[in-house]
Nanobody, 115 residues
Framework: QVQLVESGGGLVQPGGSLRLSCAASGTIFGIYDMGWYRQAPGKQRELVAQ???????NYADSVKGRFTIARDNAKKTVDLQMNSLRPEDTAVYYC?????????WGQGTQVTVSS
């Protein structure tokens, strides 16, 4: 059973930074993608950033140039460095792992950007 545990959320002022971390436990078979999604109140969950098994990075247009995703395969972790945060970045952020047809989710961590 794969479990994902996120950490690093919180309250930050506009223009500030936060770093989210996610650690996976359990056996993940094969090559897998890791990423971060977010869901704001009243909105659908959306992809924020993804890093594939081949280390290709994909970002939502709204976060390009501000967020950076990185993974450590040996530790099975994925981090999201978020800079120049905006109020519209406020959401619950979810860690995600995709291995073949299997999708795994963390419990979510709240990020609030407000003055």
């Amino acid at each position: 059973q794969v479990q994902l545990v996120e950490s690093g959320g919180g309250l930050v002022q506009p223009g500030g930074s936060l770093r989210l971390s996610c650690a996976a436990s359990g056996t993940i078979f094969g090559i897998y993608d890791m990423g971060w999604y977010r869901q704001a109140p009243g909105k659908q969950r959306e992809l924020v950033a993804q890093i594939t098994g081949g280390s290709r990075r994909n970002y939502a247009d709204s976060v390009k140039g501000r967020f950076t995703i990185a993974r450590d395969n040996a530790k099975k972790t994925v981090d999201l460095q978020m800079n120049s945060l905006r109020p519209e970045d406020t959401a619950v952020y979810y860690c995600n792992v995709v291995s073949g047809s299997r999708w795994y989710w963390g419990q979510g961590t709240q990020v609030t950007v407000s003055s």
